[in-house]
C-alpha cells in the first residue's frame, strides 16, 4: 500500500476493565481528539459495545470528524486474542469469554474492527510514533501490576500462533518458585512487576532488612509510593526493586538470545513512576545474564507515550485493515 492510499485519520481505543480511552490520530501520530468513558462492565456485553461505540464517536467529534471518516477501528483489550478471528478467549476483568469482539462491535459501529490485545498495541505504539519510533525491531515490557511484553519484528507486530508471542511475564524464570496469578510458579512476573516488588519486599522485612515501609500480605502499594520509598532510600525497598530489576533484566537477556531486537522499551505504571531509576539496574541484569550483552550496551528506552500508547498502538493497526 502506497502512501497515498493510506487514510489521513485513524482511531483507536484502549478498553480496559474499569475505563476506555479513543484517540483520533493523523498520520504522524498527533493525536487530535480524544474521549474516555467507564467501561462499566457489570452493565453487560452489549452495554459496554454501545459505550465503545459513543467513545469512539465523541473522539471523532473532538477531532472535528465522523465515524464514517475512518476505514477501521482499532481495539486494544486485555487477554490472549486470536487476531485472525477477532475473538477474546478470556478476559477475566471483563467477565468476557470466547467473545468475537470484532464481529459483535462491527455491527454496531459500522466500521471494520481490528482487534489486538493491549500490551501488543502499547508496543506497536511506541515503536510507530513514540520512544522506538523508525526501530525495525523492538521488545516491550511493561511493567504494572502484572508483567506484559510485545514483539515488533521487521515493523510487523507479532501475535504468535495463540497470541502468547511477547507474554514475557509468564516465563519459568531462576528466581525461586512463588506462585503466580496465572496457576503456575516461579513466572517471571513473580519478580519482575508490582506484586513481585510487594512480595519482594514482604520477603525482605521477613529476612530482618530495615524497612520504611510496614508491608502486610495482601497489602496494595501505588507506584508513587513504591517511588516515594525508593527515594527515601527504604532499604527494604531498595533491595527488593534491585532483585525485580535483575530479574527482568535476565528475561530481557533471554529475549536478546531468540530475536535479538535493536531496541527494548520499558513502560507500564512502575516505569511511568521510576523508570529513570531502574534503567540501569535493568541494565545491570542483562550484562550479568546476556551473552549478547556482555560486552554490548543495551538500546533501553523509556515509554513516551504513557496512557496513549495502547489506544494510539490501535489506531496504527486498524490501518492494516484495508
Ligand atoms: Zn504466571
Known amino acids: 500500500m502506497g502512501k497515498r492510499d493510506m487514510p489521513k485519520y485513524r482511531l ?3 478498553l480496559g476493565g474499569t475505563k476506555m480511552h479513543a484517540v483520533v490520530i493523523n498520520r504522524k501520530g498527533k493525536v487530535l481528539g480524544s474521549a474516555r468513558r467507564a467501561t462499566k462492565p457489570e452493565d453487560g456485553y452489549k452495554a459496554v459495545l454501545r459505550r465503545l461505540v ?3 464517536d465523541e473522539a471523532a467529534e473532538d477531532a472535528e470528524l465522523d465515524l464514517d471518516d475512518f476505514d477501521a477501528i482499532g481495539l486494544g483489550m486485555p487477554g490472549p486474542i486470536d487476531d485472525r478471528r477477532g475473538m477474546v478467549h478470556l478476559a477475566p476483568n ?13 455491527r454496531v459501529i459500522k466500521r471494520p474492527v481490528v482487534l489486538g490485545n493491549d500490551v ?3 508496543c506497536l505504539g511506541e515503536v510507530t510514533h513514540g520512544c522506538a519510533n523508525g526501530s525495525a525491531s523492538a521488545f516491550a515490557a511493561f511493567v504494572g501490576t502484572g508483567l506484559g511484553g510485545g514483539v515488533v519484528l521487521n515493523g510487523r507486530l507479532e501475535n504468535g500462533l495463540h497470541g502468547f508471542a511477547g507474554e514475557i511475564g509468564h516465563v519459568p524464570a531462576p528466581f525461586g518458585d512463588a506462585a503466580c496469578a496465572c496457576g503456575l510458579k516461579g513466572c517471571l512476573e513473580t519478580s519482575a512487576s508490582k506484586t513481585g516488588i510487594i512480595r519482594l519486599i514482604l520477603e525482605e522485612q521477613r529476612r ?15 507506584s ?8 527515601r532510600r527504604c532499604p527494604a525497598t531498595r ?10 533484566g535476565w528475561g530481557l537477556g533471554a529475549v536478546a538470545g531468540v530475536i535479538d531486537p535493536e531496541v527494548f522499551v520499558l513502560g507500564g505504571g512502575v516505569m511511568e513512576a521510576m523508570g529513570d531509576e531502574l534503567l540501569p539496574l535493568v541494565r545491570d541484569g542483562m550484562t550479568e545474564f546476556s551473552m549478547c550483552y556482555r560486552e554490548r550496551k543495551p538500546d533501553l528506552r523509556l515509554a513516551a507515550l504513557g496512557d496513549d500508547a495502547v489506544a494510539i498502538g490501535a489506531a496504527v493497526a486498524s490501518a492494516a485493515e484495508e
Open 12 to 14: 483507536g481505543i484502549d
Open 224 to 231: 508513587s509510593q513504591l517511588r516515594e520509598a525508593w527515594k
Open 94 to 106: 471483563l467477565g468476557w469469554r470466547e467473545r468475537s469482539v470484532a464481529d459483535d462491535l462491527k
Open 208 to 222: 530482618g532488612t530495615k524497612s520504611l515501609i510496614r508491608l502486610k500480605k495482601g497489602d496494595r502499594l501505588k
Open 54 to 56: 459513543d467513545t469512539a
Open 120 to 122: 501488543n498495541f502499547g
Open 239 to 248: 533491595a527488593a526493586v534491585a532483585r525485580s530489576c535483575r530479574a527482568l
